[in-house]
């Protein structure tokens, strides 16, 4: 079964640290472009990062640049994003997923969707 | 950086009813555009990739529409179980960034 479990999160003071994870199987995990995705209380999804399957390349949220690192261990099947100078504004359900990229018959790229997601790990900045 | 609308922020419909959510991009991102459906508590779902893809295993009463700016949702024949909040997102950008509509809730009238 294709699977995405994330952990790690938990009750941290404004200023902290944290580190979530997130454990993948059932699919080749070193193939993926894969993504954390964010949603505060109450509100909507938010993109944060995502990173390239050999971990070379990596995108953040605004937001978070300078703050948020992600990476990523092939060999333990895992995504890792480690958070610091956590905000009450980074309160929320923090979702890993997986992306992929569609091509039409042409071999013409569709753009890329979150087609796999994880149970969610919620992460509260808080004293 | 590319802004997405959704309307509207919410609808009730009854279970049978043809429901369409809107979703617009600030430019023009193609076909670049998905759809996904999440129950209070869990996950999103893929519905639509590529404007108008039914993802693998997504009932056919789902449908998408749109290119360029302009995107639309169809549900043909609204299910109980299709009680949800709906997200368009766009993954136009280069690099691969991403940005999700505000959502659309549709509950029961």
């Known amino acids: 079964e294709v699977q995405l479990v994330e952990s790690g999160g938990g009750l941290v003071q404004p200023g902290g640290s944290l580190r979530l994870s997130c454990a993948a199987s059932?699919?080749?995990?070193?193939?993926?472009?894969m993504s954390w995705v964010r949603q505060a209380p109450g509100k909507g999804l938010e993109w944060v990062a995502n990173?390239?399957?050999?971990?070379?390349?990596?995108y953040y949220v605004d937001s978070v640049k300078g703050r948020f690192t992600i990476s990523r261990d092939n060999a333990k099947n895992s995504l890792y994003l480690q958070m610091n100078s956590l905000r009450a504004e980074d309160t929320a359900v923090y979702y890993c997923?997986?992306?992929?990229?569609?091509?039409?018959?042409?071999?013409?790229?569709?753009?890329?969707?979150?087609?796999?997601w994880g149970q969610g790990t919620m992460v509260t900045v808080s004293s | 950086d590319i802004q997405m609308t959704q309307s509207p922020s919410s609808l009730s419909a009854s279970v049978g009813d043809r429901v369409t959510i809107t979703c617009r991009a600030s430019?023009?991102?193609?076909?670049?555009l998905n759809w996904y459906q999440q129950k209070p508590g869990k996950a999103p779902k893929l519905l639509i990739y590529?404007?108008?893809s039914l993802q693998s295993g997504v009932p056919s009463r789902f449908s998408g529409s749109g290119s360029g700016t302009d995107f639309t949702l169809t549900i043909s024949s609204l299910q109980p179980e299709d009680f949800a909040t709906y997200y368009c997102?766009?993954?136009?950008?280069?690099?691969?960034?991403?940005?999700f509509g505000p959502g659309t809730k549709v509950d029961i009238k």
């Open positions: 059932g699919f080749t995990f070193s193939s993926y472009w």
């Open positions: 997923a997986r992306e992929v990229y569609y091509y039409d018959s042409s071999g013409y790229g569709q753009g890329g969707a979150f087609d796999i």
């Open positions: 997102q766009q993954s136009y950008s280069t690099p691969p960034l991403f940005t």
């Open positions: 590529a404007a108008s």
């Open positions: 990173i390239k399957q050999d971990g070379s390349e990596k």
């Open positions: 430019q023009s991102i193609s076909s670049y």
